[in-house]
């Protein structure tokens, strides 16, 4: 099952984005029960800790301690940075704040 995504999910938003609330919860529904139904171990996190799998303890950790991000959503911020990033033509790896040498 792909969760990362999703087809069903990116639809759903769209109803969101439409204020169609009733279509968008029913299709984050299906969403949801795909997942549930799929018994698949969704989690991409390389170290399976206690919390593998266990998404809101993990993601309750990570806010908690707040110093990076879960595993899973690694990809999804690399993509957003990586759009910004095309506005300086990925000038942001060589990027030095004025008051640095």
Known sequence: ?????????????????E???KKGQQLQKEFLENVKNSG???CP?????????KCVECVLIHRGHGDHL???FHNMVN?????LSCLTE????????????
Do not use: T
């Open 19 to 21: 204020k169609n609330n």
């Open 45 to 53: 996190c390389p170290v399976k800790c206690r919390y593998h799998g």
């Open 1 to 17: 099952m792909i969760i990362d995504n999703n087809n069903i999910e990116k639809k759903a938003l769209n109803y969101f984005k």
């Open 40 to 42: 698949e171990d969704y």
């Open 70 to 72: 879960p595993y899973c």
């Open 90 to 101: 990925h000038s942001f790896k060589n990027y030095k704040k004025n008051n640095e040498n």
């Open 79 to 83: 993509d957003k940075i990586n759009s």
